[in-house]
């Protein structure tokens, strides 16, 4: 029998990539996010409300999440596989020159609603023996200048990630955190607010990630034998790595 995947976030980017790859693979998806129209393009592009259901909801709303939720078809109500992928980073600035709601955003995004929406569905994967995989970042072990809250963010999912296998020890629920470097999404659109430009200087020549490895990635972690557990997957294009130390002197 196929098998479900709830996909936040599934509006562009790895989110979308990850549903064409599970839908492909004979899975059913449920796609999240707030724009209703990309996700209901999605779904008349990958066969229809048989393969695929529309749960458009702002990460954000508690209870637009459990309407969501409630409403889930019979056919894609046990969830097998629930895959945070929703999240964002705004803003590139020094932490002392940043934008308050920007921050608020982030966290209400990244770290609340991942944490929510895991609570709510943690009784059904456990009924399935399903697998969560939290997408979390390089920027969660490296910081890096006007990382700030957005890698903090990002920690806070790897953290929960470990913390959640502990505690699922025992049900047959796998956890992963998949820690993706520079990848070529919308996502560095929403960082700089739309500048085209910024996006095109960031990834030129760069040769970035793309969202298909992403979703590649994530296909290849819930499809592994259920005693094998991937805790944490990092990852980077091969262009990106690191730089000495900053020393600042007076
Ligand atoms: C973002 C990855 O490399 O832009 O999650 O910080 S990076």
């Known amino acids: 029998m196929s098998k479900t995947v709830l996909i936040t976030g599934a509006s562009a980017g790895f989110g979308a990539a990850t ?13 999240t996010a707030r724009r209703a129209e990309r996700l209901a ?20 709303d508690e209870a ?47 770290v ?24 979390a970042s390089v920027a969660a072990t490296y910081p890096y200048p006007g990382g700030n809250v957005y890698g903090g963010t990002k920690a806070f999912v790897r953290q929960f990630s470990l913390g959640l296998r502990s505690d699922l020890a025992g049900t047959g629920v796998r956890v992963t955190s998949v820690e993706p470097g520079m990848c070529e999404s919308e996502f560095t659109l929403v960082r700089t607010g739309g500048d085209q430009a910024a996006y095109d200087r960031l990834y030129k020549g760069a040769n970035p990630l793309q969202p298909e490895d992403i979703a590649e990635t994530l296909w290849w972690i819930a499809n592994l034998p259920p005693h094998m557990n991937v805790n944490a997957v990092e990852m980077m294009p091969v262009s990106q790595s690191w730089q000495p130390f900053a020393v600042h002197r007076e």
């Not at 549903?19 to 796609?31: E, H, K, N, S």
């Not at 409300?49 to 909801?57: C, I, N, Q, W």
């Not at 945070?84 to 608020?104: F, V, Y």
């Open 19 to 31: 549903a064409r790859r599970f839908v492909q693979g004979g899975w059913r998806a449920i796609v």
């Open 41 to 60: 393009d999605l779904q008349a592009e990958l066969g229809g409300p048989d393969k695929v259901h529309v749960a458009a909801f702002d990460m954000r």
């Open 64 to 110: 637009g999440m459990d309407a969501a939720i409630a409403a889930l078809p019979p056919a894609f109500a046990g969830v097998d596989c629930l895959i945070n992928n929703a999240g964002l980073a705004l803003g590139t600035a020094p932490a002392q020159n940043c934008d308050l709601a920007q921050w608020r955003q982030m966290i209400d995004t990244n």
């Open 112 to 135: 609340t609603g991942l944490a929510t929406i895991t609570h709510k569905l943690l009784k059904t994967l456990i009924a399935s023996r399903g697998a969560i995989i939290n997408l």
